[in-house]
């Protein structure tokens, strides 16, 4: 299995509800588990707080880039650092004259650093589909390994998270419930 930090073309973020972990609140010790009790413990830095917004579903508006259209980009963040993606790219064949719809679907981890979000795009599991677009999986993994920049965290709140890319452009991530 391979693996890369990247900026993919499309980033998926989420952003959940912060939940209070006040052991005060609770009847029992016993009915206070582990996670809530070294949560308690501390206090959550930047990064730990963005991490947590993220777990959970989320969707991005449509967009286009470099002539390619992106639709239904949607995605998952999980507890345990990893993510899931898919978005289905619209584009003109050249052949026929004829719009295709293209679904990549990746997944892997990510992490966040010092309010920069990174991925580690797991290639063996990158998916597109109709199958007779499996070519298309060679020029996609190079643009990934080519463009290996995180995001930088601009603003996030309970429904959204707002993202800059390396070349400064700005894309707002919403949360789905």
Known sequence: MKK??????????????????????KKDDKEVSKDDKKKSSKELTEDERIEEAL???????????????????????FSDGKFVEQLTIERMNPDTYEEENITIEL??????????LFYTLDFDKIRISPKEYGYLREGLIESFKNKNTPQKIIEYDKAKIIYEDSDGERTTMKKTY
């Open 4 to 25: 890369l930090l990247f900026f993919p073309l499309v980033a998926i973020l989420t952003f959940p509800s912060l939940v209070s972990c006040d052991p005060s609140e």
């Open 107 to 116: 997944s892997g981890d990510f992490k966040v650093k010092d309010k920069f």
């Open 55 to 77: 777990v959970g579903r989320y969707y991005q508006d449509d967009n286009e880039e470099e002539g390619i259209k992106m639709t239904n980009i949607k995605g998952e963040f």
